[in-house]
């Protein structure tokens, strides 16, 4: 016999008192409760119930089995609940966070597929660059760039951020080329409100890792102003690939110093450890890494770069 569905017809017989009502909860028969019962003790070399034909009662080792017993059963109750819940439908309300420029650029093009394929789930997207607390400020989800530090929260990879230089054919007319790493000390750097970006820029070459202080008369928060800046030929810009792409596709922006990248930087989903794996929250991982993961397509040669 199992040994687990021993132990659950044992609780039932002390629950019920006897095991003729436990075997009509369980539909079997009273003489089939009490081949459990005495599987049990066997096995465990004790006696579990006292029994005569009018009465039963726990021994006092049987009253300890039954305790620890029940807590057993209640446990994988609970893990076949949560198998079950994984595989159910994603639906209810989900609230994430990402960078602003990621946000607008990268992730939210995605979002209709998302949400066409799981029409019960609802979406709360915020978008930020400050770093901001998943578990106090109520999301299910955040997205971060950057080294982590130790949240105690759990980190899935996704692939390596990727910045380009670029400027404006009509800046580099006024200027003049931009040959070497060392040129950008002179140029006008549009500089990204971010402590690593402000004041000096990393370049990686032939020759290895080239930084470079930079300075401007423009520094914003904000990708899309400096965008906008770059193309109207106001400065040289350092931004992630998804917001300058087009622009240099277009023809409205060059890159600079082919021969150079920036370093890429890290880039994570995090979620609160004791956050349970509910279906909405599994799929949306699941669609996110799909799209921008390690081994994602398209994220080849930013993995080559890192």
């Not at 409760?33 to 006292?50: D, T």
């Not at 995090?270 to 669609?287: C, G, H, N, Q, V």
Request: glycine residues 8%.
């Amino acid at each position: 016999m199992d040994r687990l569905q021993s132990m659950a017809v044992f609780a039932k017989a002390v629950e019920l008192g006897s095991f003729s009502a436990a075997g009509n909860a369980l539909e079997m028969s009273s003489q089939l409760v009490g081949k459990h019962v005495q599987m049990l003790e066997q096995h465990l070399g004790v006696r579990l119930l006292n029994r005569t034909t009018r009465r039963q009662h726990l021994t006092d080792i049987g009253r300890e089995f039954y305790d620890r017993a029940k807590a057993i059963l209640a446990d994988v109750e609970a893990a076949e609940g949560l198998v079950a819940e994984t595989r159910a439908t994603p639906r209810g309300r989900l609230r994430i966070n990402a960078p602003v420029t990621f946000g607008i650029h990268a992730l939210s093009p995605m979002l209709p597929a998302y949400l066409s394929a799981h029409p019960e789930v609802t979406l709360e997207m915020s978008m930020s660059n400050r770093r901001v607390d998943a578990i106090d400020e109520g999301y299910d989800l955040v997205i971060r760039i950057g080294e982590l530090t130790d949240s105690g929260l759990i980190a899935r990879p996704l692939a390596p951020y990727r910045l380009i230089l670029c400027a404006a054919p009509s800046y580099l007319a006024a200027r003049g080329p931009i040959e070497k790493p060392q040129d950008l000390s002179h140029q006008e750097c549009l500089g990204f409100l971010h402590p690593e970006l402000s004041k000096r820029w990393t370049l990686i070459g032939p020759e290895g890792s080239v930084t470079v202080p930079v300075s401007g008369r423009l520094m914003v928060d904000s990708g899309e102003a400096l965008m906008a800046a770059a193309v109207s030929g106001m400065g040289v810009l350092l931004q992630p690939s998804e917001i300058v792409e087009p622009y240099i596709a277009s023809g409205k922006l060059v890159t600079l110093l082919p021969d150079y990248h920036a370093p890429t930087r890290p880039m994570h989903i995090l979620y609160a450890p004791d956050r349970r794996m509910t279906p909405k929250l599994r799929s949306f991982i699941e669609f996110v890494i799909a799209h921008f993961g390690p081994f994602a397509q398209g994220a080849t040669e930013v993995l080559k770069l890192a």
